[in-house]
């Protein structure tokens, strides 16, 4: 698995870091509009191979397939897309590989959401918590690289 993901990182031309923070930030999209959808979140992961490449994450979140709680789907993307612009890194192209190694996240939106009209909503609606949020955003996904694992508690202390 770590060829694959080391793949990903040269294609999107990320050295290890940019990579690693990446993908702590889409992990924190999710929570930061699952919390602001009055979702608890119980615990944000990062897993990571055996010389400290961030190989995926979880967010652990109380998740349905309510449609109401869709933008926090989208809310990974919208925040890779938010950094990659921040940091003066975003390009179609990186755009086209964040949707591609999220197709999970697009998968479930598709099946719980058919109607475009309502995909486009919760996709703006998981810009706006993400873009609102950015500072606390980028703490959780610094505390979530240095520590690999942030609870609840963590989470709600920052």
């Known amino acids: ?65 309510d449609p109401r709680v869709m933008p926090s789907f989208h809310a990974g993307i919208e925040a890779q897309e938010i950094w990659m612009r921040h940091h003066r890194l975003w390009t179609p192209q ?11 996240d697009l998968d479930v939106i598709q099946r719980v959401t058919p109607d475009t009209d309502e995909q486009q909503a919760h996709h703006h609606a998981a810009h706006h918590h993400v873009a609102h949020h950015w500072p606390l955003v980028q703490r959780m996904a610094t505390a979530l690289l240095e520590n690999g694992r942030l609870s609840a508690r963590d989470i709600s202390r920052l």
């Open 1 to 65: 698995m770590s060829w694959l993901i080391n793949r990903v990182r040269r294609t999107l031309q990320f050295d290890t870091d940019q990579y690693n923070e990446w993908v702590a930030v889409h992990e924190v999209g999710h929570a930061v509009s699952s919390l602001v959808l009055g979702r608890r979140v119980r615990y944000i992961e990062l897993n990571r191979s055996r010389d400290g490449l961030v190989t995926g994450g979880v967010t652990k979140a109380a998740h349905s397939r």
């Open 94 to 104: 990186r755009m086209d590989i964040v949707r591609s190694s999220s197709r999970h």
